[in-house]
Structures are given as structure tokens and as C-alpha cells.
């Protein structure tokens, strides 16, 4: 797939499901429990300066290019919106990181990678967003070298969601492919591709005001007025962007928080595994 500079906002404005294309124009993203969940993320996948690390659905690369100035390690960050990597790349320049963080567009379903490849694989709020949640953990599998960690940081539900509300307020914003597993769902499926080892931390959202700080703490300081400069120009100029925001906070159940937290699931590919 070959990367273009971000389509116009009007465009994305225009998709079923805008989220993603939102945050690759104005150059953020993110995942439950912020640069925390990604330092335990890291530590269960036993990543070092040795460790050639691949970062699936990399959004603009917050953890790609942290993870590379952290360890001096090489890292792999593949997205399936060019748009996003166009963003990745840019950071990885301002990190300063370039040569030895790449980023290639490609899907989590078919990774554009050969067979044991990677010393870990992670993947931070990406497979909840993929039907086929199986078939992208076994690509992971596959690019990973025997003995390799595979861990993800994916959103979970912590009780089962009752209302309607909520349900409806999820489809606005992640669309209806989208599905959120329970804790037990997700070590399901890492029993059914036979990961070893597997280690399960589940936790709670911890309220919406955390969140969002954990969010703009892990994306930089640095990046974060030129992001609300992007922000506010969008809100301004686009009265599409107005009402899809209005949307979406018209949407949020009271209790979203006491039913939402998020888990890190980190597991082993075989020692004997042969692709
Ligand atoms: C919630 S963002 C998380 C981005 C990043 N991991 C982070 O923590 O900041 C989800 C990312 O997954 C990407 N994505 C969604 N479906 C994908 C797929 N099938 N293959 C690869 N990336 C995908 C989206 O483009 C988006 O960048």
C-alpha cells in the first residue's frame, strides 16, 4: 500500500465510522491506561535494547517511537491507515528516532511480514476494533519468533453491560464491527492459538478525568498545542465535525466507566512452533 498525505477533513468527515481518520488529521492517539499500561505492557513482553519489537496498529506511533528512545531497540510499527503513518513517520523525525523505528502500512489480517520475524509482538486498542479477532492474533504468532511474546492492551468489559445506552453510545463511536470481550473472552482466544505462559492484568478505567489525563500525558506536552490548534480549527470551520462531537458526548452513559476497564493479556509463542 503505498502512503499519501492526510485526505481532507471533509472526506473523512464522511465515513461510516470517522474515528480513526479524526485522530490520524489532528495527530493523536490512544489506548486504556496510557503510558502506564504501555510501561507493563513492555515488561511482560520481557523487552530489552536486544529486542527487534513490533508495534501493531501503531496509530501516530506514540509507542513505537517511546519505545525505541526508552530501549534503543529496534522497532517495526505497522498501521492500516496511511494516514497514520504519514503522522508516525513525522514523529519519529521529531523524536529523532528515524533509524531505528520503520513504519509500513499494511493490515493486523495480513501482516507484511515473513514467518518468525519479531522478538515480541504487541498490539495496544487495536484487535477489539477487528472482527476476526483469532485470525490477528495468529498473524502475530506467525511473525513472531519461536519462544517470542506476544501482549496486548485491549479494552474489556469488567461487568456485564446491561444497558442499551451503552451499547448504542459504542457503535456511535467505534462502529458496529467493533466488539469489546470480557477478560475470560480474551484468554479464550489466546488459548485457542495456543499462546504459553499467558499472564492476564485486567483493570479499572479509573473515571473519565484519568483517562484523559493518562492520554495527554502519553502523547507529549510538546505535541499537544499543536493538536488542540488542529483541534480547534476543525471545530470551528467544520459544522460536520460539530455535530459528530455533539454525537458522540450526547451518547455517554452515566456508567460507562463502572462497566469499561481495560486488560493486558501477554502469552508465549511455542519454542516448537513451525509455520
Ligand atoms: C485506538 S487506535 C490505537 C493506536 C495505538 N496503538 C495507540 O495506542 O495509540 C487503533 C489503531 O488501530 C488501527 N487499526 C484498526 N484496524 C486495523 C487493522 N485491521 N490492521 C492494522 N491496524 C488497524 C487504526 O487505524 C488505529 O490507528
Redesign the pocket.
Known sequence: MKDQHPRSFEEILELDVP???V??WWG????LGGQKA?NELLALCRVGEQTKLL??????G??SCYTAKKYHCCVTG????SN?IYRARERAEKEKVQNIVQFET????NLPFPDNTFDAVI????L???GDKKR?LQECLRVAKPGGYIGI?EASWLKEPSSREMINHLSIVIGDEAEILSPEEWCNIFEEVHLREITVERFLFGGATRAYMASIS?IGGKYIPRIFGRFFLAYVRYPAFRRYLRKILLSIPKDLFVYLGYGIYVGRKSTFFNF
Open positions: 474515528i480513526f481518520e485522530q490520524a493523536s492517539t490512544k489506548h504501555t508495534d501493531v496498529g501503531c496509530g501516530v506514540i509507542t505497522v498501521d492500516i491507515s497514520m499494511g493490515s493486523a489480517l498490539a495496544e486498542s487495536v477489539t476494533f477487528i490477528a492492551n502519553q
